[in-house]
């Protein structure tokens, strides 16, 4: 028989074809969808909604107001869903969302919102987060990112699609790094990224694009030819580099440049990285 929440939190819910292991703690009120799997030593907190085919393989923590999508995995020895590692948090009534067919790898950390930030840190789908990775509160993760071991996204940052995120590498408060970008490993990044900008160095450096991950993506011959002379006119053109990117956007109607533009011109609270000159 399946029970159901209710407004006292009376009941945990818990579907049929759900398999819980006798040492799990699921506190009343949690929801656990079709086909779940909690595995030994795992907790799973009172306002936790696991969806189909979640997997927690064992020692993992899942509290909070969270959610955790479909066929999500998630790895011994992850915290996902405490509070935020912000001393102005109160207790507010705050959430932590994650998408479907993420991988979440050992020792991974991902905190809820604070009232400040919006109240919601989110994560997309098909997203891999190796051992050690932390995601702060109120940063906002698109799809198909990949953080590698010890990778940080700080509070209120955004990441893009098709992000790669090096290992022991830093993503500092508020920065966004655009779409299909890639940043090194043992880099510290205090500044906005453009999509599909290749960034190295200790502390972040925009050394070009990331070719090798266009490449791979099957984007065009003449689509990268397009971003490879934008990137030179973001390096060497006449004016402020937000000047550099209106005139870009004037001139080119390749869809990839376009979001470049689009990107540079949009509201940000940190300034660029931006190509030597």
């Known amino acids: 028989m399946r029970l159901h929440r209710n407004d006292g939190h009376a009941k945990v819910s818990i579907d049929p074809s759900a398999r819980i292991h006798a040492s799990a703690v699921v506190e009343d009120g949690a929801v656990i969808g079709e086909g779940a799997i909690v595995g030994p030593f795992c907790l799973v907190g009172a306002d936790v909604t696991l969806g189909p085919k979640v997997e927690l393989k064992s020692h993992v923590v899942v509290t909070g107001r969270t959610e955790i999508g479909a066929e999500t995995v998630i790895f011994p020895g992850a915290v996902i869903g405490e ?13 932590l969302v994650v998408g479907k067919r993420n991988r979440i790898r050992e020792g991974v950390t991902m905190n809820t919102g604070t009232e400040g930030g919006g109240g919601l840190t989110s994560v997309g789908d098909d997203c891999l987060f190796m051992t050690g990775a932390h995601v702060a509160h109120d940063a906002h993760v698109g799809d198909r990112v990949i953080v590698a071991n010890q990778g940080a996204i700080a509070g209120h940052c955004v990441i893009e699609d098709d992000v790669i995120i090096g290992g022991l590498s830093g993503i500092h408060q508020f920065v966004r ?22 960034v190295q160095a200790p502390r972040g450096e925009l050394h070009g694009l990331n070719l090798v991950g266009l490449k791979r993506k099957g984007v065009s011959r003449s689509d990268i030819t397009a971003l490879r002379a934008a990137f030179q006119m973001l390096a060497q053109g006449e004016g402020a580099f937000a000047d550099r990117a209106r005139k870009l956007g004037e001139e080119n109607d390749s869809v990839y440049v376009r979001e470049i533009v689009d990107f540079i011109l949009g509201a940000s609270d940190r300034h660029f990285l931006t190509p030597e000159r």
């Not at 509070?83 to 959430?95: H, M, S, V, W, Y």
């Not at 790094?177 to 500044?191: H, L, P, Q, S």
Request: aromatic share 6%; hydrophobic share 45%.
């Open 177 to 198: 790094i655009g779409k299909g970008a890639i940043i090194g490993a043992v880099t510290m990044v205090t500044n906005d990224v453009i999509p599909y900008g290749l």
């Open 83 to 95: 509070i935020p590692q912000d001393l102005k948090f109160n207790g507010e009534a705050t959430r």
